[in-house]
Protein backbone atom coordinates (compact mmCIF):
# COMPACT_ATOMS: atom_id res chain seq x y z
CA UNK A 1 0.00 0.00 0.00
CA UNK A 2 1.25 3.43 -1.09
CA UNK A 3 1.30 5.68 2.07
CA UNK A 4 3.89 7.74 4.57
CA UNK A 5 4.93 4.68 6.30
CA UNK A 6 9.01 5.48 5.47
CA UNK A 7 8.78 9.08 6.37
CA UNK A 8 6.87 8.18 9.75
CA UNK A 9 9.65 6.38 10.95
CA UNK A 10 11.35 10.16 11.56
CA UNK A 11 8.81 10.56 14.74
CA UNK A 12 10.70 7.46 16.65
CA UNK A 13 13.61 10.15 16.50
CA UNK A 14 10.93 12.34 18.45
CA UNK A 15 10.47 14.67 15.38
CA UNK A 16 7.31 15.90 15.02
CA UNK A 17 5.26 15.72 11.48
CA UNK A 18 2.29 16.83 9.56
CA UNK A 19 2.26 15.67 6.08
CA UNK A 20 -0.24 15.23 3.52
CA UNK A 21 -0.65 13.65 -0.21
CA UNK A 22 -4.00 13.76 -2.62
CA UNK A 23 -4.89 13.83 -5.80
CA UNK A 24 -6.83 16.51 -7.11
CA UNK A 25 -9.83 16.86 -9.92
CA UNK A 26 -13.23 14.77 -8.78
CA UNK A 27 -13.40 12.45 -6.97
CA UNK A 28 -10.92 13.90 -4.74
CA UNK A 29 -8.58 11.09 -2.94
CA UNK A 30 -6.14 11.34 0.02
CA UNK A 31 -3.43 9.23 -0.67
CA UNK A 32 -1.59 9.36 2.84
CA UNK A 33 -1.51 11.93 5.63
CA UNK A 34 0.58 12.33 9.26
CA UNK A 35 -1.01 14.35 11.57
CA UNK A 36 -2.36 16.77 8.30
CA UNK A 37 -4.15 19.53 10.48
CA UNK A 38 -1.33 19.36 12.99
CA UNK A 39 0.26 23.30 13.17
CA UNK A 40 4.46 23.28 12.21
CA UNK A 41 7.13 25.53 11.12
CA UNK A 42 7.05 25.61 7.23
CA UNK A 43 10.35 27.33 6.92
CA UNK A 44 10.87 28.74 3.44
CA UNK A 45 7.73 26.50 2.28
CA UNK A 46 6.20 30.00 3.62
CA UNK A 47 7.22 30.98 -0.20
CA UNK A 48 4.59 29.41 -2.09
CA UNK A 49 2.02 31.21 0.60
CA UNK A 50 4.06 34.26 -0.33
CA UNK A 51 3.73 33.35 -4.51
CA UNK A 52 0.22 32.86 -4.39
CA UNK A 53 -0.76 35.58 -2.61
CA UNK A 54 1.45 38.27 -5.01
CA UNK A 55 0.08 36.26 -8.11
CA UNK A 56 -3.49 36.83 -6.69
CA UNK A 57 -2.97 40.39 -6.15
CA UNK A 58 -0.23 42.15 -8.24
CA UNK A 59 -0.47 39.55 -11.26
CA UNK A 60 2.19 37.70 -13.22
CA UNK A 61 3.09 40.16 -15.56
CA UNK A 62 3.28 43.31 -12.63
CA UNK A 63 6.30 45.22 -12.59
CA UNK A 64 7.59 47.73 -9.52
CA UNK A 65 8.95 51.25 -10.69
CA UNK A 66 12.04 52.84 -9.70
CA UNK A 67 12.06 56.54 -10.38
CA UNK A 68 14.59 59.63 -10.17
CA UNK A 69 12.64 62.35 -9.67
CA UNK A 70 13.28 66.23 -8.21
CA UNK A 71 11.41 69.65 -7.60
CA UNK A 72 14.26 71.55 -9.40
CA UNK A 73 14.11 72.79 -12.92
CA UNK A 74 17.22 72.18 -15.28
CA UNK A 75 18.83 75.05 -15.94
CA UNK A 76 20.34 75.76 -19.71
CA UNK A 77 23.68 74.09 -18.89
CA UNK A 78 22.05 71.05 -18.12
CA UNK A 79 22.39 71.64 -13.69
CA UNK A 80 19.48 70.28 -11.62
CA UNK A 81 18.86 72.73 -9.27
CA UNK A 82 17.50 71.53 -6.33
CA UNK A 83 17.48 67.59 -4.63
CA UNK A 84 17.74 64.41 -7.01
CA UNK A 85 15.57 61.97 -5.00
CA UNK A 86 15.32 58.63 -5.61
CA UNK A 87 12.17 56.85 -5.33
CA UNK A 88 12.74 53.50 -3.91
CA UNK A 89 9.59 51.45 -5.62
CA UNK A 90 9.97 48.57 -3.36
CA UNK A 91 12.02 46.27 -6.20
CA UNK A 92 12.98 43.07 -4.61
CA UNK A 93 15.51 42.17 -7.54
CA UNK A 94 16.59 45.52 -8.13
CA UNK A 95 20.73 45.54 -9.21
CA UNK A 96 23.49 47.72 -10.51
CA UNK A 97 22.53 47.05 -13.89
CA UNK A 98 19.03 48.81 -13.06
CA UNK A 99 20.95 51.95 -11.32
CA UNK A 100 23.08 52.03 -14.72
CA UNK A 101 20.05 52.45 -16.57
CA UNK A 102 18.54 55.24 -14.27
CA UNK A 103 21.81 56.91 -15.00
CA UNK A 104 21.85 56.36 -18.75
CA UNK A 105 18.67 58.26 -18.99
CA UNK A 106 18.96 60.51 -16.31
CA UNK A 107 21.77 62.17 -19.08
CA UNK A 108 19.18 61.70 -21.70
CA UNK A 109 16.40 63.99 -19.86
CA UNK A 110 19.34 66.37 -19.84
CA UNK A 111 21.23 66.20 -16.15
CA UNK A 112 24.83 66.76 -16.44
CA UNK A 113 25.02 67.95 -12.68
CA UNK A 114 23.38 68.10 -9.69
CA UNK A 115 23.34 71.89 -7.31
CA UNK A 116 21.84 69.54 -4.73
CA UNK A 117 22.57 66.07 -3.27
CA UNK A 118 21.44 62.60 -4.19
CA UNK A 119 18.13 61.75 -1.56
CA UNK A 120 17.29 58.04 -0.81
CA UNK A 121 14.08 57.66 -0.24
CA UNK A 122 12.79 54.57 1.46
CA UNK A 123 9.13 55.81 2.07
CA UNK A 124 7.37 53.04 1.23
CA UNK A 125 9.01 50.83 3.83
CA UNK A 126 12.03 51.08 5.69
CA UNK A 127 14.14 50.60 8.15
CA UNK A 128 12.28 47.86 8.77
CA UNK A 129 12.71 46.85 12.21
CA UNK A 130 14.56 43.28 12.58
CA UNK A 131 12.46 40.37 14.09
CA UNK A 132 15.14 37.29 13.74
CA UNK A 133 18.23 36.85 15.53
CA UNK A 134 20.36 36.80 12.55
CA UNK A 135 18.78 39.66 10.76
CA UNK A 136 19.16 41.89 14.25
CA UNK A 137 23.30 40.22 14.68
CA UNK A 138 23.71 41.48 11.06
CA UNK A 139 23.25 45.02 12.32
CA UNK A 140 26.85 44.84 13.47
CA UNK A 141 28.38 41.92 11.86
CA UNK A 142 27.23 39.19 9.19
CA UNK A 143 29.11 36.27 7.51
CA UNK A 144 26.21 36.09 4.83
CA UNK A 145 24.41 37.98 2.41
CA UNK A 146 20.43 37.03 3.38
CA UNK A 147 20.30 38.20 6.62
CA UNK A 148 20.82 42.20 4.67
CA UNK A 149 17.95 44.63 6.56
CA UNK A 150 15.16 45.36 4.26
CA UNK A 151 14.44 48.24 2.15
CA UNK A 152 11.60 49.67 -0.18
CA UNK A 153 14.81 51.08 -1.33
CA UNK A 154 17.82 48.43 -1.56
CA UNK A 155 19.78 47.03 -4.44
CA UNK A 156 21.42 43.83 -4.92
CA UNK A 157 19.27 42.19 -2.37
CA UNK A 158 20.80 44.54 0.12
CA UNK A 159 24.47 43.56 0.03
CA UNK A 160 27.43 44.49 -0.93
CA UNK A 161 29.75 43.26 -3.54
CA UNK A 162 33.32 43.04 -3.61
CA UNK A 163 35.62 41.29 -6.92
CA UNK A 164 38.98 39.56 -5.75
CA UNK A 165 41.22 38.59 -7.55
CA UNK A 166 45.23 37.88 -7.83
CA UNK A 167 47.71 39.61 -7.87
CA UNK A 168 50.26 38.61 -10.43
CA UNK A 169 53.08 37.77 -7.65
CA UNK A 170 52.59 35.25 -4.89
CA UNK A 171 52.99 36.71 -1.68
CA UNK A 172 51.21 39.82 -2.41
CA UNK A 173 48.00 40.98 -1.21
CA UNK A 174 44.99 39.99 -3.53
CA UNK A 175 43.46 42.45 -5.81
CA UNK A 176 39.91 43.75 -4.01
CA UNK A 177 37.43 45.97 -5.98
CA UNK A 178 34.02 46.68 -5.99
CA UNK A 179 31.78 44.29 -8.04
CA UNK A 180 30.70 47.26 -10.45
CA UNK A 181 33.97 49.50 -10.61
CA UNK A 182 37.34 49.43 -10.35
CA UNK A 183 37.54 50.53 -5.99
CA UNK A 184 35.76 49.63 -3.77
CA UNK A 185 32.31 51.71 -2.34
CA UNK A 186 32.98 50.50 1.35
CA UNK A 187 36.46 50.02 2.94
CA UNK A 188 38.27 46.73 2.82
CA UNK A 189 40.10 44.85 5.44
CA UNK A 190 42.30 43.21 2.90
CA UNK A 191 43.61 39.57 4.37
CA UNK A 192 43.59 37.42 1.51
CA UNK A 193 47.25 36.61 0.25
CA UNK A 194 48.19 35.41 -3.43
CA UNK A 195 49.29 31.99 -3.56
CA UNK A 196 51.10 30.19 -6.44
CA UNK A 197 49.29 28.52 -9.51
CA UNK A 198 47.15 25.82 -8.66
CA UNK A 199 47.49 26.53 -4.94
CA UNK A 200 43.55 26.56 -4.54
CA UNK A 201 40.96 29.48 -3.91
CA UNK A 202 39.93 29.47 -0.28
CA UNK A 203 38.23 32.78 0.89
CA UNK A 204 36.65 33.94 4.17
CA UNK A 205 34.60 36.87 4.27
CA UNK A 206 32.65 39.00 7.16
CA UNK A 207 30.66 42.54 7.17
CA UNK A 208 31.20 44.92 10.24
CA UNK A 209 30.09 47.72 11.35
CA UNK A 210 32.16 50.27 13.19
CA UNK A 211 30.98 53.93 14.20
CA UNK A 212 32.63 54.59 10.31
CA UNK A 213 30.33 52.06 8.67
CA UNK A 214 30.84 49.24 6.88
CA UNK A 215 33.69 47.63 6.32
CA UNK A 216 34.20 43.92 4.11
CA UNK A 217 36.77 41.83 5.82
CA UNK A 218 38.04 39.43 3.81
CA UNK A 219 41.05 36.70 4.67
CA UNK A 220 42.13 33.28 2.77
CA UNK A 221 44.25 32.83 0.09
CA UNK A 222 43.91 32.84 -4.22
CA UNK A 223 45.91 31.32 -6.74
CA UNK A 224 47.71 33.41 -9.18
CA UNK A 225 45.96 31.30 -11.93
CA UNK A 226 42.20 31.69 -10.33
CA UNK A 227 39.62 33.22 -12.13
CA UNK A 228 38.27 36.14 -10.05
CA UNK A 229 35.57 35.88 -7.43
CA UNK A 230 32.46 37.91 -6.35
CA UNK A 231 32.08 38.07 -2.71
CA UNK A 232 28.64 39.16 -1.45
CA UNK A 233 27.61 39.94 2.26
CA UNK A 234 24.80 42.23 3.97
CA UNK A 235 24.88 45.58 4.33
CA UNK A 236 23.84 47.39 7.92
CA UNK A 237 21.90 49.72 6.06
CA UNK A 238 20.21 49.09 2.49
CA UNK A 239 19.19 52.29 1.84
CA UNK A 240 22.69 53.83 2.49
CA UNK A 241 24.05 50.96 0.55
CA UNK A 242 22.14 52.24 -2.44
CA UNK A 243 23.00 56.26 -1.76
CA UNK A 244 26.21 54.99 -1.81
CA UNK A 245 26.41 52.96 -4.77
CA UNK A 246 23.74 55.39 -7.15
CA UNK A 247 26.43 58.26 -5.94
CA UNK A 248 29.57 56.70 -7.24
CA UNK A 249 27.63 55.38 -10.86
CA UNK A 250 26.39 59.51 -10.84
CA UNK A 251 29.73 60.66 -10.19
CA UNK A 252 31.18 57.90 -12.46
CA UNK A 253 29.04 59.57 -15.75
CA UNK A 254 30.45 62.89 -14.97
CA UNK A 255 27.40 63.57 -13.35
CA UNK A 256 28.66 66.13 -10.20
CA UNK A 257 26.74 66.20 -6.90
CA UNK A 258 26.53 69.68 -4.98
CA UNK A 259 26.44 67.65 -1.22
CA UNK A 260 27.14 64.05 -0.06
CA UNK A 261 24.40 61.65 -0.38
CA UNK A 262 21.83 60.94 2.57
CA UNK A 263 18.62 58.69 3.25
CA UNK A 264 14.97 59.22 4.38
CA UNK A 265 11.84 57.56 5.00
CA UNK A 266 10.13 61.07 4.24
CA UNK A 267 8.16 60.42 0.42
CA UNK A 268 9.42 62.65 -2.29
CA UNK A 269 8.27 66.53 -2.36
CA UNK A 270 4.26 67.21 -3.81
CA UNK A 271 4.87 68.09 -7.23
CA UNK A 272 8.18 66.59 -8.58
CA UNK A 273 8.52 65.39 -11.65
CA UNK A 274 9.85 61.96 -12.90
CA UNK A 275 13.37 62.33 -14.81
CA UNK A 276 14.05 58.70 -14.89
CA UNK A 277 12.62 55.43 -14.44
CA UNK A 278 12.96 51.61 -14.90
CA UNK A 279 10.69 49.38 -14.40
CA UNK A 280 11.42 45.72 -12.95
CA UNK A 281 11.08 42.18 -14.48
CA UNK A 282 7.75 40.72 -14.41
CA UNK A 283 6.56 39.19 -11.00
CA UNK A 284 6.80 35.75 -12.34
CA UNK A 285 10.28 36.24 -13.07
CA UNK A 286 10.98 37.66 -9.61
CA UNK A 287 8.71 34.73 -7.84
CA UNK A 288 11.07 31.84 -9.97
CA UNK A 289 14.49 33.92 -8.62
CA UNK A 290 12.59 33.54 -4.94
CA UNK A 291 11.26 30.20 -5.14
CA UNK A 292 14.13 28.43 -7.47
CA UNK A 293 17.23 30.38 -4.86
CA UNK A 294 14.59 30.88 -1.63
CA UNK A 295 15.91 34.15 -1.55
CA UNK A 296 15.07 35.88 1.83
CA UNK A 297 15.39 39.53 0.88
CA UNK A 298 13.32 39.27 -2.49
CA UNK A 299 10.60 37.32 -0.44
CA UNK A 300 10.64 39.00 2.13
CA UNK A 301 10.49 43.02 0.38
CA UNK A 302 7.81 41.39 -2.23
CA UNK A 303 5.90 40.64 1.45
CA UNK A 304 6.18 44.12 2.45
CA UNK A 305 4.81 45.17 -1.23
CA UNK A 306 1.45 43.51 -0.33
CA UNK A 307 0.76 46.09 2.54
CA UNK A 308 -0.90 49.04 1.78
CA UNK A 309 0.20 51.54 3.80
CA UNK A 310 3.48 53.15 4.40
CA UNK A 311 6.35 52.21 6.32
CA UNK A 312 5.29 48.50 6.52
CA UNK A 313 6.73 46.25 8.99
CA UNK A 314 7.05 42.61 8.38
CA UNK A 315 4.15 41.33 10.88
CA UNK A 316 2.07 43.57 8.64
CA UNK A 317 3.55 41.69 5.86
CA UNK A 318 2.22 38.79 7.67
CA UNK A 319 -0.97 39.73 8.04
CA UNK A 320 -1.44 40.55 4.54
CA UNK A 321 -0.40 36.89 3.98
CA UNK A 322 -2.82 35.50 6.59
CA UNK A 323 -5.80 37.13 5.83
CA UNK A 324 -4.81 35.51 2.21
CA UNK A 325 -4.75 32.16 3.33
CA UNK A 326 -7.35 32.30 5.42
CA UNK A 327 -9.58 33.40 2.68
CA UNK A 328 -9.14 30.05 1.17
CA UNK A 329 -11.95 27.34 1.94
CA UNK A 330 -11.29 24.75 4.21
CA UNK A 331 -8.21 26.65 5.18
CA UNK A 332 -6.88 26.49 9.07
CA UNK A 333 -5.20 28.14 11.37
CA UNK A 334 -2.40 30.04 10.25
CA UNK A 335 0.51 32.20 11.45
CA UNK A 336 3.01 33.99 9.31
CA UNK A 337 5.40 36.47 10.93
CA UNK A 338 6.84 36.87 7.71
CA UNK A 339 7.17 35.75 3.51
CA UNK A 340 10.71 34.74 3.92
CA UNK A 341 9.49 31.67 6.44
CA UNK A 342 13.20 32.52 7.86
CA UNK A 343 11.64 32.56 11.27
CA UNK A 344 9.79 29.29 13.34
CA UNK A 345 7.16 31.44 14.52
CA UNK A 346 5.64 30.40 10.99
CA UNK A 347 3.13 28.12 11.59
CA UNK A 348 0.59 26.31 9.29
CA UNK A 349 -0.39 22.36 8.18
CA UNK A 350 0.09 20.01 5.28
CA UNK A 351 -3.50 20.02 5.16
CA UNK A 352 -3.83 23.89 4.61
CA UNK A 353 -0.84 24.68 2.11
CA UNK A 354 -2.66 21.90 0.16
CA UNK A 355 -5.48 23.67 0.12
CA UNK A 356 -3.58 26.71 -1.16
CA UNK A 357 -1.75 24.77 -3.74
CA UNK A 358 -5.25 23.09 -5.34
CA UNK A 359 -6.48 26.89 -5.17
CA UNK A 360 -3.90 27.81 -7.21
CA UNK A 361 -4.25 24.30 -9.45
CA UNK A 362 -7.66 25.40 -10.27
CA UNK A 363 -6.76 29.30 -11.19
CA UNK A 364 -5.91 28.65 -14.90
CA UNK A 365 -4.43 32.05 -15.31
CA UNK A 366 -2.29 31.97 -12.95
CA UNK A 367 -1.24 28.68 -12.08
CA UNK A 368 1.17 28.26 -14.88
CA UNK A 369 3.16 31.55 -13.61
CA UNK A 370 2.86 29.36 -10.15
CA UNK A 371 3.45 26.13 -11.29
CA UNK A 372 6.62 27.55 -12.89
CA UNK A 373 8.33 28.43 -9.81
CA UNK A 374 8.56 24.96 -8.24
CA UNK A 375 11.84 22.73 -8.60
CA UNK A 376 11.77 19.43 -10.53
CA UNK A 377 14.33 17.48 -8.89
CA UNK A 378 15.88 16.07 -11.79
CA UNK A 379 16.63 19.55 -13.72
CA UNK A 380 16.17 21.83 -10.12
CA UNK A 381 19.09 24.30 -9.41
CA UNK A 382 19.04 22.61 -6.07
CA UNK A 383 21.54 20.07 -6.47
CA UNK A 384 20.59 18.24 -2.95
CA UNK A 385 16.72 17.52 -4.06
CA UNK A 386 18.32 15.42 -7.34
CA UNK A 387 17.89 11.78 -5.34
CA UNK A 388 15.50 9.38 -5.37
CA UNK A 389 13.65 7.09 -7.76
CA UNK A 390 13.30 8.50 -11.47
CA UNK A 391 9.20 8.72 -10.82
CA UNK A 392 9.99 11.06 -8.25
CA UNK A 393 12.98 12.70 -9.81
CA UNK A 394 10.56 13.37 -13.18
CA UNK A 395 7.50 13.41 -11.69
CA UNK A 396 7.30 16.09 -8.69
CA UNK A 397 7.61 19.94 -8.65
CA UNK A 398 8.72 20.37 -4.83
CA UNK A 399 9.64 23.59 -2.83
CA UNK A 400 11.60 23.34 0.08
CA UNK A 401 12.37 24.66 3.42
CA UNK A 402 15.42 24.53 5.86
CA UNK A 403 16.20 26.02 9.40
CA UNK A 404 18.10 24.54 11.90
CA UNK A 405 17.79 27.50 14.79
CA UNK A 406 16.60 27.25 17.35
CA UNK A 407 15.50 23.51 16.14
CA UNK A 408 15.83 21.85 12.88
CA UNK A 409 12.76 22.35 10.30
CA UNK A 410 13.02 19.88 7.17
CA UNK A 411 9.86 20.85 5.15
CA UNK A 412 9.00 19.67 1.38
CA UNK A 413 5.74 20.96 -0.50
CA UNK A 414 4.55 21.09 -4.39
CA UNK A 415 2.44 19.11 -7.06
CA UNK A 416 3.37 15.64 -8.51
CA UNK A 417 2.05 13.70 -11.82
CA UNK A 418 0.80 10.00 -11.40
CA UNK A 419 1.46 7.85 -14.20
CA UNK A 420 -2.04 7.72 -15.85
CA UNK A 421 -1.75 11.84 -15.84
CA UNK A 422 -3.38 13.03 -12.79
CA UNK A 423 -1.97 15.70 -10.73
CA UNK A 424 -1.47 15.78 -7.21
CA UNK A 425 -0.62 17.94 -4.31
CA UNK A 426 1.73 16.81 -0.88
CA UNK A 427 3.10 18.60 2.05
CA UNK A 428 5.26 17.31 4.34
CA UNK A 429 6.49 19.48 7.55
CA UNK A 430 9.08 17.94 10.05
CA UNK A 431 10.11 19.54 13.03
CA UNK A 432 12.33 18.65 15.71
CA UNK A 433 12.91 20.70 19.12
CA UNK A 434 15.97 21.59 21.50
CA UNK A 435 16.80 17.85 22.39
CA UNK A 436 16.47 16.01 19.14
CA UNK A 437 19.56 15.53 17.15
CA UNK A 438 20.64 17.44 13.62
CA UNK A 439 18.15 16.83 10.64
CA UNK A 440 20.27 15.67 7.54
CA UNK A 441 18.16 16.41 4.62
CA UNK A 442 18.84 12.80 3.01
CA UNK A 443 17.04 11.68 6.24
CA UNK A 444 13.63 13.28 5.16
CA UNK A 445 14.03 13.49 1.01
CA UNK A 446 15.04 9.53 0.38
CA UNK A 447 12.24 8.24 2.54
CA UNK A 448 9.22 10.93 1.29
CA UNK A 449 10.77 10.37 -2.23
CA UNK A 450 10.23 6.60 -2.20
CA UNK A 451 6.76 7.38 -0.65
CA UNK A 452 5.53 9.59 -3.32
CA UNK A 453 7.11 7.39 -5.92
CA UNK A 454 5.28 4.58 -4.81
CA UNK A 455 2.11 6.85 -4.75
CA UNK A 456 2.46 8.49 -8.13
CA UNK A 457 3.02 4.67 -9.69
CA UNK A 458 -0.05 3.14 -8.14
CA UNK A 459 -2.15 5.81 -9.65
Known sequence: MADFSRLAELQDSGFAISAEARLLNAPEVTLASINPNAERSPASVTKAYLGAAALNRFGPQHRFTTQLVSTGEIDANGVLQGDLVFDGGGDPGLTSENLWRLVQRLQQAGVRDVAGGLVVSQWRFGPVECITTDRCDALSRVANSYSAPL???????????????????????????????????????????????????KLNAERITD???????????????????DVYRAASDSAAQTAQTLHAMLMRAGIVMGSEPRVTAEPPPQGASRLAAVDSKPLQEILLRIMNYSNNYMADVLALNLVETPKAQLRQAGEALETYATSLPGHGPVTLESGSGLTTGNRTSAHSINVMLESMFHQASLFPSFVATFQSPANGVMRFIRRGPDVFQTNVMIKTGTLNQPFAVRAAAGYFRTVSGRWGVFSVLVNGDSSTPYLNWTKVLEPLAQDLDEMIRAH
Not at 216 to 225: A, D, E, F, K, V
Open 151 to 201: SSAGVNFGSWCVNVAPASTPGEPARITHCDGPSSLTRVDNRVTTRPDNSGT
Open 211 to 229: ERGDIMRISGQISTNAWPR
